[in-house]
């Protein structure tokens, strides 16, 4: 846990270059992934054993901790080989690990109880009910929902977990883990590190009819600006963050370096009680802004989600504007490329450059990266190097490709200093030296004895060598101990304080002196990373897969949860979610034994009897109040986050887990039924193999959805609001009761509802029809099959409901179910996630 400031910095590193410079900047904690996984983020270098190794050495003697991310989903045939990468890692010196999967998360406790683990931001906790349990499921320390206002972060502090929040970088739109965009675009998801950021891509908003809506400029309205909480750290450690996160393992060495070094200066001067004066302020806003940014935004922790946070007219990095082009003008030079040999014609090729004459507003260093962006056609951009040191209020000439007119806007999206002392970072031996006080003895007849103090008191280490004699000529004085004991070169101390104690008139050599210090040296170094080395002995092996399962055993005994083959088998039957009392209707006259419908949609209209609550996958502080009346003793609630099952378990309800709980392996499923799950439906990201797998596994009934949209994504802001005529009131909005979708660049439509609360829902381009695989999952155990009518009317209701019932009475019958719907697709079910 942080334990060496007020509030952690956490630093990101995709590899060795950004973790040395993480650690030269002053990160207090680094995260990382170790191969490339099992982590968000595989497409980063991350870390080999050997690289791992040495980064976690440089860490530990810096003061610094090391996090490892395996925040992703696990399927159950890599839990051995997840297990295995974790106790490497714990051996190689990682602190505390990052993780995602409720199985992964109790095999690792069961496994290892003295290994740290935090709970992932992936794993989308977002109030204090969910936190608690977080707490009593073993972790030490959670990573909250990046929307949470500082009102909401102080109240779940209350709960006494160590908290992590975000405080910098890439925000995404959706709520983290529970996105399914990317997955159902390209198969390649967010849940497993791959992420494509479909996203960051245009969008059309369209209407019915297919015209484009959206105001002018709002060509992005998935884009969210870049986090940025510098001002406001102390709030922030007044609201109970332990834990400061700076986004940006995919970010290169330089914008690590800034960003942590920027956040190290405030944070420093936030604990200190020191108000930076307006000189230090603007720097360390500077190094923010010429550092990767699509511009800043502190809104959901200033309690809001409107236009002001979003970035709708590009997604790139803007930097930090500088100036404007005065002028700008084409150079020509003709250059002959071949001869005439033979009679030949003599060819020549024109070069063509041009040179662009900059007003600056601010300063700007020799080798920056320059942007120049046309005010009326922003897409005709292009870039310049600086060619000196210039202040504000000057004028320089850069040699650009071609002319732009006067006027562009000059940006800095580039700092040359920063890459020039990331690259020292990377390249030198010590990335940061560790502050140590000084303890000198010299006492006639006994032996010179050296203390070193880490100044965090972590460690102390001393070293004796020669007996200290009378001098014969010049005795040695208290400032030539000072100096020679306290060179400590390239080593990994620094020392702030000396105290010397010593008698008058001592004699000795300052190689022998630099010796005893040396060991001193040595010997710190070794009382730093000895418990590390003592893991081997105190760390058991990977569990077979005999003890595993023994284990498991031992859980579902304990939490009161039948063995699968004792329990009495399900009849399958059909399900519906529907939006509105009539689908409700139609759903049950088509032959719909269960019927959902989500709390909002309750809370109006004459409703049949028995329509099963679907909860939000979000339950922030602020949603108790209009979600918990839903959680019913002896009743069923669909529940979509861990705050909702806590409450549902708490309160006899029959909770039946969302897909938006990912479920992927044996050890998620029995999680989840030893924390009163009493049935689970498996996400759209499983396969058809590894469904069935789980469905055999379970002692609760098995849902899947089989028919209808999937929810691709789940946002705190409006997407509505790219319309440009947001009333401010989401319960009277006229925008709400239209059929609006964001028409992707490829031409697909996906449908887009923002809800009374003001959070939208997207989903799925295409509808999946899964119905032909029936026969299959039904065989295997898979007990509800789901017809998502959400977006339906009462006809298409009816002709949903109708299939899936066809399908299942195929199944019981020995029959093929009827083939796949024009259009439709199978979802994940014969093509895995990446």
Not at 12 to 17: H, I, K, N
Not at 745 to 766: C, E, F, K, M
């Amino acid at each position: 846990m942080a334990h060496k400031n007020v509030i952690e910095l956490l630093a990101p590193a995709g590899g060795p270059e950004p973790f040395n410079a993480a650690l030269a900047a002053g990160a207090d904690a680094i995260y990382c992934g170790l191969g490339n996984d099992f982590n968000a983020r595989r497409s980063a270098k991350n870390f080999t054993e050997e690289t791992f190794a040495e980064a976690c050495r440089r860490a530990h003697l810096a003061g610094a901790r090391v996090y490892v991310t395996v925040n992703v989903a696990i399927a159950t045939r890599e839990i051995p080989r997840v297990l295995d990468l974790v106790r490497r890692a714990w051996l190689l010196g990682a602190d505390a690990f990052i993780i995602q999967d409720w199985g992964l998360f109790g095999e690792i406790r069961r496994a290892w109880p003295q290994i740290e683990t935090h709970v992932s931001t992936q794993a989308n906790i977002h109030d204090a009910r969910g936190t608690a349990w977080c707490r009593q499921m073993g972790a030490d320390r959670v990573t909250l929902s990046r929307e949470l206002s500082l009102k909401e972060i102080s109240r779940i502090a209350e709960e006494g977990v160590e908290l992590e929040c975000f405080g910098h970088g890439a925000l995404c739109f959706c709520y983290s883990g529970v996105c399914m965009m990317s997955s159902l675009a390209t198969g390649r998801s967010a849940n497993r590190g791959l992420c494509a950021q479909p996203c960051r891509l245009p969008h059309d908003l369209v209407d019915e009819e297919g015209n484009v809506v959206e105001a002018p400029g709002n060509t992005r309205p998935l884009c969210p600006k870049d986090y940025c909480t510098v001002d406001h750290l102390q709030e922030m450690i007044d609201a109970g963050v332990g834990s400061l996160k700076v986004e940006g393992r995919m970010k290169a060495p330089d914008y690590v370096y800034n960003v942590v070094g920027a956040y190290r200066e405030a944070i420093d001067a936030t604990l200190a009680g020191h108000q930076l004066d307006a000189a230090e302020d603007l720097t360390v806003h500077r190094r923010l802004k010429r550092a990767f940014n699509r511009d800043f935004t502190d809104a959901y922790l200033m309690g809001t989600s409107g236009d002001e946070m979003m970035s709708y007219d590009r997604s790139n990095n803007r930097g930090e504007v500088v100036g404007t082009v005065a002028s700008s003008r084409a150079l020509e030079d003709r250059v002959a490329r071949r001869g005439g040999g033979n009679g030949g014609r003599q060819r020549t090729r024109r070069y063509t450059q041009a040179e662009a004459v900059i007003s600056l507003t601010e300063p700007v260093e020799k080798g920056d990266l320059l942007e120049l962006r046309p005010v009326d056609d922003p897409s005709q951009f292009l870039t310049v190097h600086t060619e000196a040191d210039a202040p504000a209020g000057t004028t320089i000439t850069c040699l650009a490709s071609r002319p732009v007119p006067a006027g562009s806007i000059v940006s800095v999206i580039r700092s040359q200093n920063a890459i020039d002392a990331a690259a020292r970072a990377a390249a030198a031996d010590v990335s940061r030296r560790r502050p140590v006080t000084v303890r000198v003895v010299a006492r006639l007849g006994q032996p010179f004895r050296v203390e070193l103090t880490c100044a965090d008191g972590e460690a102390t280490a001393a070293a004796e060598g020669f007996v200290v004699e009378a001098a014969r000529t010049r005795p040695v004085s208290q400032e030539d101990l000072v100096e020679h004991v306290g060179r400590m070169g390239g080593g990994p101390f620094e020392p702030v304080s000396f105290d010397v104690e010593m008698d008058e008139g001592c004699g000795m050599g300052f190689s022998a002196v630099h010796k005893v210090r040396a060991q001193a040296v040595k010997s710190l170094v070794e009382a730093l990373l000895a418990p590390y080395g003592e893991r081997q002995a105190t760390t058991a092996p990977v569990p077979s897969d005999q003890l595993r399962e023994e284990r498991r055993e031992a859980v579902r005994v304990e939490a009161g949860v039948p063995a699968a083959a004792d329990v009495e088998p399900v009849e399958p039957c059909a399900c519906a979610l529907v939006a509105d009392p009539e689908c409700a209707r139609a759903a049950l006259e088509a032959g719909a034994e269960r019927v959902y419908a989500t709390v909002d949609d309750l809370a109006r209209g004459d409703w049949p009897e028995g329509v099963i609550p679907w909860l939000d996958e979000v339950c922030r502080e602020a949603d108790h109040a209009r979600l918990d009346p839903w959680v019913r003793a002896g009743e069923s609630v669909a529940v979509g986050n861990i705050s909702e099952l806590a409450l549902a378990a708490e309160r006899g309800a029959a909770a039946e887990v969302r897909p938006c709980i990912p479920v992927h392996n044996k050890s998620a499923l029995l999680a989840m039924e030893a924390a009163g799950a009493k049935a689970v439906w498996l996400s759209c990201e499983l396969t058809l193999e590894e469904a069935c797998e789980l469905a055999r596994a379970a002692s609760v009934p098995v849902g899947l959805s089989v028919l209808g949209r999937e929810r691709a994504m789940t946002s705190e802001h409006c997407v509505l609001q790219a319309l440009g005529r947001c009333v401010h009131n989401c319960e009277k909005c006229p925008q709400r009761a239209r059929r609006l979708s964001l028409k992707d660049i490829d031409g697909n439509l996906l449908p887009v509802r923002t809800d009374v609360n003001g959070r939208s829902r997207i989903w799925a381009a295409h509808p999946l029809d899964a119905t032909p695989q029936t026969d299959q999952l039904v065989e295997a155990g898979v007990r509800w099959l789901l017809a998502d009518c959400t977006l339906l009317g009462p006809k298409e209701t009816t002709f949903a409901v109708e299939r899936v019932c066809r399908a299942i009475a195929a199944a019981k019958a020995g029959r093929r179910p009827a083939a796949r719907l024009a259009g439709a697709t199978s979802g994940h079910l014969f093509a895995g996630i990446g």
